[in-house]
């Protein structure tokens, strides 16, 4: 595989999921709140990002997979207070992720080293690494893996990217996966945090270019 093409495609129809003006910001101080570890209301999105709750209400109705409690506060859109697959450690409170690609990108938006915990998609095995803002760690079993696909052109990004990658033991256990679920591509740990740095590196240059920023974890 062309894993620099590859990246490309995947990082541009990523970005294209959610096409509203500002959505960047939404998202960065979004994952930042969360990683608080508590439920974000639309007034605190609207205070840091200098918004009417009108208008963060807006964007938050245009992100399908928004999870929120029954007070209507935010708890999770890709970091979620809600257990998954991927536990996701950051300074002693943990958190989930929606899928193993989030593992991996999310440090670098939130500007914190997270420790990932998480389960072989084919066997069950545990799959446990250190992720920093820039740079891959402590990856055990060494020869860990990662599905990746091309999201479709798609607002709920969870059910067209997130439900297809996973972790995996070893690439042998991975390619046998592959062949049952077409469309999936498989590639190592590190390979996969080089495509989430490259996404995350796009959605912090549009933030800036809007002068929303900072670190608020």
């Not at 990523?14 to 969360?34: I, P, Q, Y």
């Not at 991975?174 to 740990?189: C, L, M, N, Q, Y």
Request: aromatic fraction near 8%.
């Amino acid at each position: 595989m062309d894993l620099a093409r590859y990246t490309d495609e995947l990082v541009a129809r990523l970005t294209m999921a959610n096409r509203s003006e500002g959505f960047a910001d939404l998202f960065v101080m979004l994952l930042r709140e969360l990683a608080r570890g508590r439920p974000v209301s639309p007034a605190t999105l609207a205070r840091v990002l200098h918004w009417s709750v009108e208008r963060v209400a807006a964007a938050l109705q245009e992100a399908v997979s928004t999870e929120r409690d029954g007070d209507g506060n935010v708890v999770g859109y890709g970091l979620t207070l809600r257990e998954t697959a991927h536990a996701f450690e950051i300074d002693g409170r943990r958190l989930y992720t929606w899928c193993a690609f989030d593992t991996l990108f999310f440090p670098a938006l939130i500007n914190r080293t997270a420790h990932v915990v998480s389960r072989c998609a084919a066997t069950g095995a545990a799959v446990s690494l250190t992720v920093t803002p820039t740079a891959i760690g402590e990856v055990e079993p060494a020869g860990a893996t990662v599905s990746l696909i091309m999201p479709q052109n798609t607002a709920d990004i969870r059910h067209a990217f997130c439900c297809h990658v996973h972790f995996f033991a070893s690439a042998t256990v991975a390619r046998d996966w592959v062949t049952k679920h077409p469309g999936i591509e498989i590639v190592t740990v590190q390979d996969a945090f080089a495509v989430g740095r490259e996404r995350a590196q796009g959605l912090l240059r549009s933030t800036r270019q809007r002068n929303v920023g900072g670190d608020h974890a």
